[in-house]
C-alpha cells in the first residue's frame, strides 16, 4: 500500500479531523483515508445537476421541456399566499 505525509497541516484542520475521527469511532488516519477516497470516487465523472436528472426520471411520462439548471441563485421561498 502506498503512503502519504501530509505536511504542514494547520492546528485548526487537524483538530477537526481528530473530532470527526472520533465521532465517527475511526482513528485520523482512518478518517483521512475515508475523506480522500470520497473525494477521488466520482473523478473523471460529469456531475448531473437536479434538472437533468428530473428529465431524465420523467421523461417516461412525456415530459420534453428543458428544466434550467439553477446554479449559484439565490434560494426563494415558494409564494403560498397568493
Not at 470527526?20 to 475523506?35: F, P, Q, T, V, W
Amino acid at each position: 500500500m502506498a503512503q502519504l505525509v501530509v505536511r504542514r497541516l494547520d492546528e485548526t484542520t487537524k483538530a477537526r479531523l481528530r473530532r470527526r475521527a472520533a465521532a465517527r469511532g475511526h482513528s485520523m488516519e482512518e478518517e483521512a483515508r475515508i475523506i480522500l477516497r470520497e473525494a477521488v470516487k466520482t473523478e473523471g465523472r460529469r456531475r448531473v445537476g437536479l434538472g437533468t436528472r428530473l428529465r431524465r426520471r420523467f421523461a417516461g411520462i412525456g415530459l420534453t421541456e428543458d428544466i434550467p439548471e439553477m446554479r449559484g441563485g439565490e434560494a426563494k421561498p415558494a409564494p403560498f399566499d397568493e
